[in-house]
């Protein structure tokens, strides 16, 4: 099992991405409270977890697992110090946590990566206790929606995510996740909406992530733009998108939330 998005560079790009756009307001909407025991499955370098220990407070803790060990020593070294959070490695569909063990589980900017979506919920839901609560945030769309459109931005659209779809991300996976809770059983099923980002002019931090994308996923990517130079036109097209201080950007972030049966 691969990461699609693994840098050496990867940790910090989520700390920025979490710092620039902080995950509270979708722990807020999934119904995360204080004393809660928490899960944050494919938790990264751990960007999300000093918020959770905020809201959850002394009497909550929190688990965080991630596949790659990289993101577990940056997350521990981030959370050093935090008595009620660990961080420890697993893997979805089977993370090796017990069962029922959290009141919370949280999945967020992973779905997009799993090609059976549906075994990794019924994961989650297996280590939540019943009457506890799993929410899986995630992107919908191609992570960009703007105005103007430049031709070399349209034209490139389509063979990157083509290129990215062969690989198993899910472009539009948030829109998929009500139905699979539905279909998983989970009761009480909301969904929310909130930004990744709405950016109105220049952005040198989303100019700084996305030139880390496109150096990252240029291998994958090249393969259907044909050649490197139609790629490379297409990403420079795109990151002075992000640097117009005329242009609109804004990506939007949908968080479904279900109660496990009790
Ligand atoms: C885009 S990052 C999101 C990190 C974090 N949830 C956040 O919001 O900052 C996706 C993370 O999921 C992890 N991941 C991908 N597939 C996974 C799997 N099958 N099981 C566990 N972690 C996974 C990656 O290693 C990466 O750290």
């Known amino acids: ?19 620039a756009n902080p995950s509270s307001v979708r722990l807020l909407q999934a119904g995360l409270c204080r004393g809660q025991r928490v899960a944050d499955i494919g938790c990264g370098s751990g960007a999300v977890i000093p918020t959770m220990l905020d809201i959850v407070g002394n009497d909550g803790s929190v688990m965080g697992v991630d596949m790659s060990q990289e993101r577990v020593d940056e997350a521990r070294k981030l959370v050093r110090g935090a008595r009620n959070a660990v961080v420890q490695l697993g893997a979805l569909p089977a993370t090796g946590l017990p069962d029922a063990a959290f009141d919370f589980t949280w999945s967020q900017f992973v779905f997009e990566y799993l090609r059976e979506p549906d075994v990794a919920l019924r994961e989650l839901i297996r280590v939540t206790r019943p009457g506890g609560r799993v929410a899986v945030a995630d992107i919908d769309g191609h992570g960009l929606a703007f105005w103007p459109r430049p031709a070399a931005i349209e034209e490139g659209i389509e063979p990157f995510m083509s290129a990215l779809s062969a690989t198993g991300f899910d472009f539009y996976i948030g829109r998929k996740l009500f139905t699979l809770f539905r279909k998983a059983g989970l009761q009480d099923v909301s969904v929310h909406l909130s930004s990744l980002y709405i950016s109105a002019g220049a952005d040198s931090r989303l100019v700084a992530d996305y030139t880390q994308r496109f150096e990252v996923l240029a291998p994958v990517a090249i393969k259907t733009f044909g050649d490197e130079r139609r790629y490379r036109q297409f990403a420079d097209a795109y990151l002075a998108l992000l640097a117009d201080p005329d242009a609109l950007k804004y990506a939007v972030v949908l968080t479904v939330v279900g109660t496990r049966q009790r």
């Open 1 to 19: 099992m691969s990461y699609l998005m693994e840098s050496t560079k990867e940790g910090q790009r989520l700390i920025l991405q979490e710092r």
